[in-house]
């Protein structure tokens, strides 16, 4: 079992940046993926982008190209950090870490990102 706990949210305005956090625990050793994603009012859950726990080495989705950087302490599956750059009021919403095997079985609760223009 693993339990991931996010932080790093809040409010800001718009052009500014946040980085996320997701620390995970419990049975570190079943992850093999760990991803982030978000849920925008209005919208399903999309993912942004997700990390290979054993390399680090990071993918990005469409909804992560060029304005989120994930990366992950080197040699561990935790903590896993989002950074978001040039914030806008589109990007309000709930952030959330998953963890894989590669499927997506563990979540976290998400933390509310909430963008002022």
């Given amino acids: 079992q693993v339990h991931l706990v996010e932080s790093g949210g809040g409010s800001v305005k718009a052009g500014g940046s946040l980085t996320l956090t997701c620390v995970a625990e419990g049975d570190l050793d079943a992850i093999r993926q760990v991803g982030w994603f978000?849920?925008?009012p209005g919208h399903e859950r999309e993912q942004i982008a997700r990390v290979w726990s054993r390399t680090g080495t990071p993918y990005y989705d469409d909804a992560g190209l060029s304005r989120f950087t994930i990366s992950q302490t080197e040699g561990a599956p935790t903590p896993v950090y989002l950074d978001?750059?040039?914030l806008r009021p589109e990007d309000t919403g709930v952030y959330y870490c998953a963890a894989g095997t590669p499927i997506w079985t563990w979540w976290g609760q998400g933390t509310q990102v909430t963008v002022s223009s």
């Fill in 38 to 40: 978000r849920q925008l």
């Fill in 84 to 86: 978001i750059k040039n």
